[in-house]
Each structure stands twice: as structure tokens, then as C-alpha cells.
């Protein structure tokens, strides 16, 4: 049974009437919060209003996306009046790691209880790891971060008690063959190296190796990786054609480019319907799938862009897209002085080029919520003489 996000509406609920019950307190922290990150807030409310407005003007605000965009602007404010994220990291930790065991020990009975042991495909994976495949990465993703941070606040056990728990969390990516935030978390890892890392060449040279030793030794031991990664060739035509069969992002993309080159699309407001945009999509699958393996997957599916810059510039045209891309612009403009929420916007980012957040409930609820973090743990790190223990 995959995992209800339901109790996280519930919980969004109960922080909103939180904030309205004891508003004297809480309005003083939200107020000096915004105040700080006000330009932040501005160019997130130009994307939403943007939006909203294309949204009016082809009499689309209906739409579920709607909604779930005002979920995005709840659950970036919503928990502003914090004073300590710390709590708030520890919980999720704590919620995220039972769902981790759940899963590692369904994936075990099912290696030990199945024949034909499978965790590269199929529709049987999201039920054993209980929550989608792709928005698992991804929280698993953030909770090395979060370890990583809490780290810098620990002393003797506690810190090697998180060390312990990230690296658990990078075992059952593995284990499940999370592609995505596997290769985010080493250009992740490459970017600290590089950039962040105070120390001289030769180390860094040395740690760049160990990244590379690290991942090798990971593709041998892992069967599961390897089928994921898997090319028998390394001709440029040849691994198209692979990568078609195995990646189906590779025809979605394919049929959004097709979209984007029609005489009669509009380059500056785009489609405007996404009904229409979904009919368009669905008649390129037809045409590009007839020969492959994933036809019926594809049919019966009927995917998305799977990419929320695509998706905006397909749907809302250049503008939507520019407004949406100068969210990441500005907010890599404040945060890439520290490294913890920079890795985090660098993943948000990441995940964005291979899913549409904005469509789906937990999507847009992450969006918000690291929207959120990345400014208040950037801001953390001003004051970090006043964290301890």
C-alpha cells in the first residue's frame, strides 16, 4: 500500500489554525521573516501571479493546477514563524527514516520471496517502497542534507549518529536505483568539492578520485543500477535508440520539442490549455511508440512533460517559463555563498528538469517547503554562533 499523503493536508490545517490561534506571537516572526526575504517573496509572487492571470485570461483557473499553486505559496509561508527548524528537520527525519526501514524491509521479503527478483521496472515498485519511486529520491535526497546540517550543530554521538543515518539513506537509494538524485547528489558532492571545500588542489584532486572510486564500486556491487544505467553500445545513434526503449523521457521530450516547433504555437503564451496540451501529447505517443516496447505503458499512462520548465513554457509560453526560471535565478543570486541551501535549490532544480511538481499534491507542497528551508537555513548560518546543543 503506497503511503496517504492526506495526514499532510491535515497537518497543513492545523499549522494554519496554529498561526491564527496564537496570531500576537506568530505574526511578529512570519512579519520579520518576509520582511527579510521581501524580494524573495516578489519574485515567486510575479511567477504564482503570472500564473493566475494567464490562467484567467483562458479561463482555466478550474484546474487542479490552480489549486495545488496556492498550496505553494501555504506551505512556503506557512511555517515561517519558527524559531529553531531544527525541531521541524528532527521530525521529518524521524517520519522519513520509518518510511526507509518500511520499505527496505518490504524490498528484502520481496528478494527473498520472488524468483525474479525486479527493482529496475515495473508498477509493483512504488507499493513496496510505499511512496513513488521519484518523490522518495527526492525526500531521501533532502534528508542528507538535513543530516549534513544538523551535523554542523552536533557534538560527539549525535553528530555521528546523523553521518550514520545519511549514509543509510544513500544505501537505500541505491537499493531502489534512484538514477536521478543519485547523479544530483554527486554533482551535488562535485560542487563542494570544487567550490566549497577550504582546502588546497591536492585534496581536492583526492577527494574527486574517492568520488569516482566510490561510484564504480557502487555500479559493481549494485545489479539493480547497472540494468538501470545499462548501454551495450556507445555509438551516439545506437544509444538513442536504447535510451528510447528504457527512458521514456526521452519520446515525452521528443513529442514536447514537436509541440514547441508547430506553426500555430505560440511562443509567448503558449497553448493555454491544458487539456489541449494533454490531446497534443497524447497524439504524438501514438505516433512515436508503435515500434517500441513501453507503447502500451505509454498509451495507458499518457505522461506529462515530465519537466516543469518545459511544461510552463509549453502551457504559459516564454513568459511562464521566464518567470519560473527567474525563482531558481534570484534565489541561486542569495544563497550560493552557503553550501547546505544552495545543494538544496540545486536538487529542487533537478528534480524540476525531470518531473512536473507542480501537478501533483506532494510536489507542490516540497516546492513550497524547500523554497522555505532554503531561505531559512541560509539564514541560520548568519546567526549560527546563537545554535547549541
Known amino acids: 500500500m503506497v503511503f496517504g499523503f492526506k495526514i499532510v493536508n491535515i497537518a ?9 490561534l496564537d496570531w500576537k506571537r506568530t505574526k511578529k516572526n512570519i512579519y520579520t521573516y ?34 495545488l499553486l496556492g498550496l505553494v505559496a501555504l506551505s512556503s509561508i506557512v ?20 518510511l526507509a526501514v518500511r520499505g527496505m524491509a518490504n524490498v528484502a521479503n520481496y528478494y527473498f520471496d520472488s524468483i525474479n527478483f525486479n527493482m529496475v521496472e515495473g508498477g509493483h515498485i512504488n507499493g513496496l517502497l510505499l511512496v513513488s519511486r521519484p518523490y522518495l529520491g527526492f525526500l531521501l535526497a533532502l534528508g542528507i542534507l538535513f543530516c549534513a546540517y544538523l551535523i554542523r550543530f552536533s557534538y560527539g554521538k549525535i553528530k555521528w549518529f546523523y553521518c550514520g543515518l545519511s549514509f543509510f539513506y544513500i544505501v537505500y537509494l541505491i537499493v531502489i536505483g534512484n538514477r536521478i538524485q543519485l547523479v544530483s547528489l554527486v554533482f551535488v558532492l562535485l560542487i563542494y568539492i570544487l567550490i566549497y571545500l577550504k582546502t588546497n588542489w591536492k585534496y581536492k584532486t583526492l577527494g574527486l578520485i574517492a568520488v569516482c572510486l566510490s561510484i564504480l564500486s557502487v555500479f559493481y556491487f549494485s545489479t539493480t543500477l547497472k540494468k538501470r544505467f545499462e548501454l551495450s553500445s556507445f555509438n551516439q545513434s545506437e544509444i538513442i535508440e536504447q535510451l528510447k526503449e528504457q ?3 526521452i519520446i515525452i521530450w521528443s513529442c514536447a520539442k514537436d509541440l514547441a516547433k508547430e506553426r500555430d504555437f505560440n511562443k509567448f503564451i503558449g497553448l493555454g490549455k491544458e487539456k489541449l496540451l494533454q490531446a497534443k501529447m497524447a497524439d504524438c505517443y501514438d505516433v512515436k511508440t508503435k515500434n517500441n516496447r513501453l507503447r502500451e505503458y505509454f498509451m495507458k ?7 516543469q520548465f518545459i511544461e510552463y513554457y509549453l502551457l504559459t509560453g516564454f513568459l511562464g517559463f521566464l518567470t519560473f526560471t527567474g525563482v531558481f535565478f534570484y534565489f541561486w543570486k542569495i544563497l550560493k555563498k552557503e553550501f547546505i541551501p544552495m545543494a538544496m535549490l540545486i536538487l529542487l532544480f533537478n528534480f ?3 518531473e ?12 513550497g517547503f524547500v523554497i522555505w528551508l532554503c531561505l531559512s537555513i541560509n539564514q541560520t548560518f548568519k546567526h549560527k554562533n546563537n545554535f547549541s546543543f
Not at 512536473?356 to 516546492?367: A, E, K, P
Open 12 to 20: 497543513l490545517i492545523a499549522l494554519i489554525l496554529f498561526v491564527l
Open 34 to 67: 518576509l520582511k527579510s526575504y521581501k524580494i524573495a517573496y516578489a519574485v515567486i509572487g510575479i511567477f504564482l501571479g503570472y500564473q493566475f492571470l494567464h490562467g484567467l485570461f483562458f479561463q482555466e483557473l478550474g484546474e487542479k493546477r490552480f489549486g
Open 79 to 98: 511555517l515561517s514563524w519558527l524559531s529553531d527548524i531544527r525541531v521541524l528537520l528532527k521530525i521529518y527525519l524521524s517520519v522519513l527514516t520509518v
Open 247 to 249: 527512458e521514456p523521457r
Open 301 to 307: 499512462s499518457l505522461f506529462g512533460t515530465h519537466n
Open 352 to 354: 524540476c528538469m525531470v
Open 356 to 367: 512536473n511538481l507542480m501537478n501533483v499534491q506532494l510536489g507542490s507542497y516540497l516546492f
